[in-house]
């Protein structure tokens, strides 16, 4: 539990009461949550969600059903599902919306489900409806070490592309991304690097630039990859781990066709609830074929929270983390 929102180093673990599902809920038996970078930024305010205090953090959480509200249909005691929420999720129990679970197929471990949520349906969202990605894409995906850099990566090729370049701040975790599946590495770890990213693209490629960017850094790095961009280019933002939010010079989006999108994710379950289940559903189907690695690199159990955050926060985990509840 969080009870004033400055950081994690007073997360506490305690008892609370948990109601009976409400409207359109079901109750979920907690067995695996995954940490993402937003249970940081919410734990110290800085997030758009704003829980009110004290809360419980914790955005995907994956386990049995155990009690659903009388208009529930989708769903039934004992099925395995995964939640995908605002925070909640580092519990024993969770009272979720119906509309914000998946359907876990059998093969797949409670574990492995809550690491294949958030990050991979956002990876999803920016690669397919915003970056109408096809096989024959240069793609670059910047921040590539971090969760959704290596999602995309991943999901990429496992939908069939040919290109994947990732580019890293951090040359030693290059083997992470090789890991991952890219086909290259450009380098962005200073400014005499990023100003090339357009020469190291084309150096990559043959001399092609790059079809779609995923990006999530920002500052130098956002206005580099518009550079690098090729005719008729799609750019779609997801963020900007880098902390400066760039400004857009929109004639030269007007005079390279260029294509610039935003992703936001924490809209869809709300705005496109359908999809979102489609896509998870995909997820899970690619998963379960051995296309996709869920990529977890520690897990936790619930009592060692802080440090699971911690890892998260300081970087010190390579691949996803896991709290077994």
């Known amino acids: 539990m969080i009870d004033a929102a400055t950081g994690i180093d007073k997360i506490r673990i305690g008892d609370a009461p948990i109601a009976a599902p409400g409207a359109g809920e079901v109750q979920i038996e907690v067995r695996a949550s995954s940490v993402n970078f937003p249970d940081i930024l919410m734990s110290e305010g800085a997030y758009q969600i704003k829980p009110p205090l004290p809360f419980t953090p914790g955005m995907e959480g994956a386990g049995t059903v155990r009690a659903v509200a009388p208009d529930v249909r989708d769903f039934k005691v004992g099925d395995r599902v995964l939640a995908s929420v605002e925070f909640g999720t580092f519990a024993e129990r969770l009272n979720a919306p119906a509309t914000r679970c998946f359907s876990i197929p059998e093969a797949i471990s409670f574990e492995t ?11 999803h969202f920016a690669l397919c409806e915003r970056g109408r990605m096809s096989p024959d894409d240069v793609i670059l995906v910047n921040g590539a070490t971090g969760g959704v850099g290596l999602a995309a990566i991943r999901l990429a090729k496992a939908l069939g592309a040919r290109t994947v370049i990732a580019s890293v701040a951090t040359p030693d975790k290059s083997d992470i991304v090789k890991a991952a599946g890219a086909d290259a590495i450009v380098r962005v770890d200073d400014k005499g690097s990023i100003d090339k ?3 190291q693209i084309a150096e990559a490629t043959g001399g092609k630039l790059a079809d779609l960017i995923i990006e ?6 956002f206005d580099a990859s518009l550079r690098a961009l090729a005719f008729r280019g799609r750019l779609v933002v997801v963020g900007f781990a880098g902390g400066t939010i760039p400004a857009v010079k929109m004639n030269y989006i007007l005079l390279k066709n260029i294509t610039l999108t935003g992703l936001q994710w924490a809209l869809y379950p709300t705005m496109m609830a359908n999809e979102v289940r489609r896509v998870q ?3 899970f189907d690619l998963l379960g074929r051995g296309k996709l690695d869920a990529n977890i690199g520690a897990t936790y159990g619930l009592n060692e929270i802080k440090s699971a955050l911690g890892d998260m926060k300081h970087r010190r985990v390579r691949g996803k983390i896991v709290v077994r509840i």
């Open 113 to 123: 489900a809550a690491a294949v949520g958030l990050a991979y349906q956002t990876a």
């Open 197 to 199: 990213l357009k020469g």
């Open 216 to 221: 999530s850094v920002g500052g130098d790095v």
């Open 281 to 283: 559903a995909e997820i």
